[in-house]
């Protein structure tokens, strides 16, 4: 049973930083996209930053230049650094995982069908 617990998260002022963590299990299959999501309340899921099994990594163009996102197959982990956080960045952040689709597609559009998701983690930024 594959399972994604995600860590990290808090409060934060603009301006400031934080760090998201998840750990993957279960996996039997070696190919797979690993991500970071956010969903405020009203609006859709979106994609903030994912990495494909061959490192492969792509980001939401609001968040270039200040997310840093960091896969380790061998560990199966997924960090999301954040910095220079923006009131704008709070939101639900879900780590999420899929065998089919690609980290270049997810970070535009999350498929209705995406396979795995964490829990969730709130983050809130204060201007």
């Known amino acids: 049973q594959v399972q994604l617990v995600e860590s990290g998260g808090g409060s934060a002022q603009a301006g400031g930083s934080l760090r998201l963590s998840c750990v993957a299990s279960?996996?039997?299959?070696?190919?797979?996209?690993m991500g970071w999501f956010r969903q405020s309340p009203g609006k859709e899921r979106e994609g903030v930053a994912a990495v494909d099994s061959d490192g492969s990594t792509y980001y939401r163009d609001s968040v270039k230049g200040r997310f840093t996102v960091s896969r380790d197959s061998a560990k199966n982990t997924l960090d999301l650094f954040m910095d220079n956080l923006k009131p704008e960045d709070s939101a639900m952040y879900y780590c999420?995982?899929?065998?089919?689709?690609?980290?270049?597609?997810?970070?535009?559009?999350?498929?209705?069908?995406?396979?795995?998701w964490g829990q969730g983690t709130q983050v809130t930024v204060s201007s």
């Open positions: 279960g996996f039997t299959e070696k190919h797979y996209v």
């Open positions: 999420g995982a899929d065998e089919v689709y690609g980290a270049w597609y997810v970070v535009r559009v999350v498929p209705p069908d995406f396979h795995y």
